[in-house]
């Protein structure tokens, strides 16, 4: 088996290559709706040949996508250059528990990948923290099935929307501050988001703890989870994996082959 994972954010596409026993590439490319499948070949196929790779190598294709307009395009890439029909989520693929949600079909792919992924590696029920474009907190029951969460803006996001609604504050790098009292400007904002976002993060998980009212586990993913580790004792792990991890697992789920 050779599977092609295409796991697509608003922000940025992870394009990722299973060999069956181990993931042997990864790449990123910036979200574009517009971009067609012959553009998404072009890229791919130059980065496979520098690892000695060709597309008629690829048995296998997955697609977890959060932009529509996008899934049209992913689609034609597997079908016109990898010749295989791409599971896709949210097309009546089985991905275990049905969410536990008012309104099923409003589940996001990307959180519904992370569920499966998460329950995988950790048992017990679950808090799995995503930071992207958004930063989502999505609990996870302990068989498996999304049980609904949290949506609020991510770090990046609140950085721009700062720059641009207030003409006399920069556009500026996410990184830890120094101290929390911030002595400019910069790292006024610094410290208001950073510390900010993990005021956010402990007092969300302490909240949805005490609803839950059992033990839970919580996860950290997503572009910038790196960034709070060590400033937070509400995440327990972080893992950068969860997503491809669930993507895999869905396959396997939905083409008979067993898992790890």
Not at 5 to 31: C, K, M, S, V, Y
């Amino acid at each position: 088996m050779m599977l092609l994972a295409i796991e697509q954010g608003n922000t940025n596409t992870l394009f990722a290559i299973h060999d069956g026993a181990e993931w042997i590439a990864q790449w990123r490319a910036a979200t574009d709706s517009r971009r067609t499948a012959d553009e998404y070949a072009v890229w791919l196929s130059q980065l496979m040949d520098l690892k000695g790779m060709r597309f008629d190598a690829l048995t296998g294709c997955i697609i977890s996508s959060v932009v529509p307009q996008s899934i049209f395009n992913l689609r034609n890439l597997s079908r016109r250059y990898l010749r295989v029909e791409p599971l896709v989520i949210g097309d009546n693929v089985s991905i275990g528990p049905q969410p536990r949600i008012l309104k099923p079909s409003e589940a996001g792919a990307d959180r519904l990948v992370n569920a499966v992924g998460a329950h995988m590696r950790y048992p017990g029920d679950l808090i799995v923290i995503d930071s992207g474009t958004a930063t989502t907190f999505d609990v996870v029951a302990a068989d498996g099935a999304f049980e609904g969460g949290i949506i609020a803006p991510g770090i990046n996001l609140s950085l721009q929307a700062l720059h641009e609604a207030a003409a006399m504050l920069p556009r500026i790098a996410i990184q830890k501050p120094q101290t929390i009292i911030g002595k400019d400007t910069v790292s006024n904002m610094q410290s208001g988001v950073f510390w900010g976002y993990i005021a956010l993060i402990e007092g969300l998980v302490a909240r949805i703890k005490t609803e839950w009212a059992r033990p839970m586990t919580v996860i950290g993913t997503g572009g910038v989870a790196s960034l709070f580790e060590g400033a937070t004792d509400s995440i327990d792990h972080f893992d950068s994996d969860l997503t491809i991890r669930g993507l895999l697992e869905i396959w396997r789920r939905n083409t008979h082959l067993t898992a790890e």
